[in-house]
DNA sequence: AGAATGCTTCGATGGAGACCTAACTATGCG
DNA sequence: CGCATAGTTAGGTCTCCATCGAAGCATTCT
């Protein structure tokens, strides 16, 4: 009988299907309502209301109460991590080995994770912007290089402030594997790159699809 | 009701205290008995041979059956890292902000993960080798330098085989939050550590304490 | 104020699964 | 062969918890 960090707490509240879907939803980084999460699990309203209060007693959720709407969010990066490495998990070993579909294509090659891009394309631009010196990397730390200010500012991202969560982070990319970017700063691209109509996120789905000429552009800034 | 790999059965079989704890037990790395991890759990040999055959089917596990001994493990460095990244969470969410007792602070400089060396130690002799080109880092991917075949051999470990497992493997940090070395590399390396005697294993924890005399031999070698 | 919407709490029900004892199979030893 | 050890299977009990309908709060709209 070992001590330590409960970790069966934890993997039980992602553990049952209802809590595992509206976690699964809130991966995609908008804060949802509580109906909208029991319409995303498929349980009746108090049924989700129950596993919120669960999650939230759990640390996994955080609820930001605006009005009566009541909206429930991923409690912070490292959960949104966890996640990923128990679907990555859910993956390898899942029976079903079926051949991917159009929508896990596009899956691997974009998509959000929690509030930033991830996918092939994420990596592919954490990989242009450290080669470039824009952002500097050292192992999973990564900070800003002299010229990012001057560069971010130029497509109207500031990276000036210095709120709590880091500016830079990395994240272990599911499907590739190997890091992509995330902190306040892959959160702001991931909203230039969708107000900017480059690309739009998939109905239902995590995945992000760039039109021609959002693929075009997004390239031109960060992959040159 | 979303589609997609089943999160919620990966969890739940984490999310059970007994199975938890064999995890947890089998992250030391050395694969384990039936009845040992009926003690380790704390449940009777039916019960945990019932959890052990769950973990089976549910791909967590190996089974290396030696007469009528059958050592179980863990399925691989991706499930491992997908328990750490839960201990992550469970930690910093954990109620249990008590201050961190010396066993604690021997887990933050030292432990293993899985089978090969992690904490501040490991971290520190990744970021040295690769300084030091022996190992060449791209990312999460690491590939070996021109001088290590002959660094290694000098030191006894043999990187000329080729096995199914990589190599060299980036497996993140829990407690520094930075990557450490894995794959048969990372393995190696621990053998070589607990063989010659430069540390030790802590009793029923996955601490490892360096002797005075083998920290030197060990920074000599790693962090020179 | 009264009605409507969003959400939580209450109470009851049903089902899943964790657990143990006891019986059974398999391997090794003398 | 016969006993001991390691492990799984079978059967049955019991607790936990996911679920829903109905009722109760709270906030906003008219």
Redesign the interface.
């Known amino acids: 009988?070992?001590e330590?960090?409960?970790?069966?707490?934890?993997?039980?509240?992602?553990?049952?299907?209802a809590?595992?879907?509206m976690l699964?939803?809130l991966m995609g980084g908008t804060a949802l309502t509580a109906s909208e999460l029991a319409l995303?699990?498929?349980v009746s309203l108090p049924t989700a209301s129950s596993h919120l209060s669960k999650l939230m007693e759990?640390?996994?959720l955080t609820l930001a109460s605006q009005g009566r709407h009541r909206y429930y969010g991923l409690?912070g990066p490292?959960?949104a991590?966890?996640?990923e490495?128990?679907?990555?998990?859910?993956?390898?070993?899942?029976p079903?080995r079926v051949r991917p579909g159009p929508r896990d294509g596009a899956m691997r090659v974009a998509r959000v994770c929690y509030d930033h891009l991830a996918g092939e394309q994420a990596?592919a631009m954490?990989?242009r912007l450290v080669a470039r010196d824009i952002l500097l990397?050292d192992?999973?730390?990564i900070r800003l290089g002299p010229s990012a200010a001057s560069h971010f500012s130029a497509i109207g991202i500031d990276v000036g402030a210095k709120p709590r969560r880091p500016v830079c982070r990395a994240c272990?990319d599911w499907s590739v594997?190997?890091?992509h970017l995330a902190g306040t700063l892959g959160a702001a691209i991931l909203d230039k790159i969708l107000s900017e109509k480059w690309a739009r996120r998939e109905k239902?789905s995590r995945a992000v699809v760039f039109s021609p000429v959002g693929k075009v552009a997004f390239e031109r800034v960060f992959l040159a």
Chains 1, 2 share one sequence.
């Open positions: 009988m070992r330590g960090p409960d970790i069966a707490r934890i993997a039980s509240l992602v553990g049952d299907p809590r595992a879907n699964n939803a995303e699990a498929g759990g640390g996994l409690a490292q959960v991590g966890m996640i490495a128990i679907t990555g998990v859910a993956e390898a070993v899942g079903k990596v954490l990989d990397r192992d999973n730390e272990l594997r190997r890091s239902d």
